[in-house]
């Protein structure tokens, strides 16, 4: 997906609910609605359990990511895609990693990658709009206007700063019905000129008389700069005592204010410092690999592997970023077959990646076929609110069934509890 179609999948889903606001003018930061005015401060507590998603927009090719190296129809399917058995980052004698993976490669021999085989859900759609918001919304069968995540936060009565997204515009996933998360610009928020500060906190304070709407609109103004503010302490922050002689963060400038790398960079800036945020939100666009896709992918997928190696790295100091638990996904796979552009379209299931000091490394579910197809695309093994489920249950320490609109999730043992 191209970053004008990601933005455009955002614009158009952020509304959900009418809970989100769309990131305005040069500030690139997003309001935050339906939630009320609450005193604040840091969780000292650095034993609680952290989920950050990662979105993978666009589509990943999931077949030449954990790559079915040793299946002959793999390579009769994409002569000129498919890797050869040895360029595999072999993870048994069946599957192997793409070729650029090498740190999710040591991730899986520390045992702490887990790949999930075959996630998808039931009736595929190939909409980019419609696949990303039924993984967003975990609701296949019918549109519904929050996230799955958002619906936790008004189960929880949680605060604004609970739900993080380092992203241009909120995403449906962190909007739920009376509360909803944060969408925080990478630089935090810088104030055009002319704008004072002290005038846009007043925005803030609440009225005599002023009807609900408004007290609403007053209260997300304060949640608004009460996460700025929390994002600005975190990149100025000390290391906690007590964690080591950590190393500086480094520098960002080079991806750019959207790169993954910088989003999770103030991710671990955020874990470090105590932040009482529990479920963060960060993506990479741009896997709509229909042309020359090899090139393309490994230049994604590399950049994946570098930022999450380093971010798992820096995070396995600290007792905080022990606690810290990643999900990778994207909104579907590709077609088994090749097209004639040397790149692969639209397709269903995919595997998905679940990483971190408490994972319980391994493969989960079953490699979907090559041959019993369902009209040229893979048959999913694993219904990906099962995933989610588990990410709900373990990570999260809630009722799936609760958020998940009444599915049962079937839990996956992905998570470890003796962290």
């Not at 079915?68 to 360029?87: G, I, M, V």
């Not at 400038?253 to 790398?261: E, F, H, I």
């Not at 090749?338 to 490699?367: C, I, K, M, R, W």
Request: hydrophobic share 40%.
């Amino acid at each position: 997906m191209d970053p004008l179609t990601r933005r455009r999948f955002l614009l158009a889903s952020a509304a959900a609910g009418g809970a989100a606001a769309l990131a305005a003018g040069g500030m690139g930061l997003a309001e935050l609605l339906a939630t009320a005015t609450r005193d604040h401060g840091p969780d000292p507590d650095d034993g609680i359990d952290k989920l950050v998603l990662v979105t993978l927009y666009g589509g990943n090719d999931g077949l030449n990511t954990v790559i079915p190296y040793a299946d002959p129809a793999y390579h009769s399917a994409r002569p000129e895609l498919a890797y050869a058995p040895e360029q595999a980052l072999h993870l048994d004698d069946a599957l192997g990693l793409n070729p650029v993976l090498t740190g999710l490669k040591r991730l899986w021999d520390d045992k702490q990658l887990a790949v999930v085989l075959g996630v998808g859900y039931p009736r595929p759609d190939r909409s980019h709009f419609r696949s990303m918001d039924i993984w967003q919304t975990a609701s296949p069968e019918v549109p519904v206007a929050t996230g799955w995540v958002g619906r936790w936060l008004d189960g929880t009565n949680a605060p604004a700063e609970a739900a993080v997204s380092f992203e241009p515009v909120l995403p449906p996933l962190l909007v739920g019905g009376t509360r909803v998360g944060a969408c925080v610009a990478v630089g935090g928020l810088e104030l055009p000129g002319g704008i004072d500060a002290e005038l846009l906190a007043a925005l803030g304070q609440p009225q005599a008389g002023e009807s609900d709407l408004q007290a609403r609109a007053a209260a997300a103004y304060q949640d608004f700069l009460q996460v700025n503010r929390l994002v600005h302490q975190a990149q100025q922050a000390n290391i906690p005592s007590g964690t080591g002689d950590l190393p500086p963060l480094p520098s960002t400038a080079t991806g750019g204010g959207s790169s993954l790398a910088a989003q999770l960079a103030l991710v671990t800036r955020c874990v470090e410092a105590g932040v009482p945020t529990r479920v963060y939100s960060v993506s990479l666009g741009g896997f709509d690999t229909h042309a020359n896709e090899r090139v393309g992918q490994e230049w994604l997928l590399k950049q994946l592997d570098e930022a999450l190696s380093a971010f798992l790295q820096r995070l396995a100091r600290t007792r905080a970023g022990r606690r810290v638990t990643v999900a990778v996904y994207s909104e579907f796979g590709r077609r088994v077959r090749a097209n004639a552009s040397d790149g692969t379209d639209h397709g269903t299931a995919g595997p998905l990646f679940v990483l971190g000091p408490g994972v319980a490394g391994g493969l989960y579910g079953e490699q979907p076929s090559l041959v019993d197809l369902d009209n040229g695309d893979l048959k999913a093994t694993v219904d990906f609110r099962d995933v989610l489920g588990t990410l709900l249950g373990s990570v999260l320490q809630a009722d799936p069934g609760r958020y998940l609109n009444g599915y049962q999730a079937r839990l996956l043992p992905l998570v470890r509890n003796n962290r």
